[in-house]
């Protein structure tokens, strides 16, 4: 048997790459952008959405704006998920069409810092203002919770 010179051996790899290449997979299909997902909902319907009295009535995303983030209550389930604020907007394009009988609006709430600090304070003004341009940019309403 001969050594295989350079130039087969050359061939016997580009024809490998091609070989490999040709069966590599398909990307997978990219998933939606959140904000695309969002503008599928319909606008407020304002026959529909009145504000509850009490709001625990209320049926559409409830988000409160912590020092550790986000929190999006799943009241159904009696829960609450915390998020970084930039991750809000892929949470709510998440939830199912159900989750926004009201359109596209969210209540949004403030927690009452722990020990009330200074530092607590501007975290919380921060994770709101980024959570509030956010949605404001993908065109979601908000409703602010007042502080009780």
């Given at each position: 048997?001969?050594?295989?010179?350079?130039?087969?051996i050359?061939?016997?790899?580009?024809?490998?790459?091609?070989?490999?290449s040709?069966?590599?997979?398909?990307?997978?299909?990219?998933?939606?952008?959140?904000?695309?997902?969002?503008?599928?909902?319909?606008?407020?319907?304002?026959?529909?959405?009145?504000?509850?009295?009490?709001?625990?009535?209320?049926?559409?995303?409830?988000?409160?704006?912590?020092?550790?983030?986000?929190?999006?209550?799943?009241?159904?389930?009696?829960?609450?998920h915390i998020?970084?604020?930039?991750?809000?907007?892929?949470a709510?394009?998440?939830?199912?069409?159900?989750?926004?009988?009201?359109?596209?609006?969210?209540?949004?709430?403030?927690?009452?810092?722990?020990?009330?600090s200074?530092?607590?304070?501007?975290?919380?003004?921060?994770?709101?203002?980024?959570?509030?341009?956010t949605?404001?940019?993908?065109?979601?309403?908000?409703?602010?919770?007042p502080?009780?």
């Amino acid at each position: 048997m001969s050594t295989p010179t350079p130039r087969t051996i050359i061939v016997f790899l580009l024809l490998a790459f091609a070989l490999v290449s040709c069966k590599s997979t398909p990307p997978p299909a990219a998933k939606p952008a959140a904000a695309a997902v969002l503008q599928a909902i319909p606008a407020v319907d304002s026959t529909r959405y009145q504000l509850p009295r009490d709001l625990n009535d209320w049926k559409n995303p409830y988000l409160v704006v912590r020092t550790d983030g986000v929190g999006l209550l799943d009241l159904p389930n009696n829960q609450i998920h915390i998020f970084d604020p930039d991750e809000i907007p892929d949470a709510l394009a998440k939830l199912p069409p159900e989750a926004w009988p009201y359109g596209r609006i969210v209540a949004i709430a403030e927690a009452a810092p722990n020990n009330d600090s200074e530092d607590e304070r501007t975290v919380i003004r921060k994770n709101r203002a980024i959570v509030a341009g956010t949605l404001q940019s993908m065109q979601v309403l908000i409703h602010w919770v007042p502080k009780t």
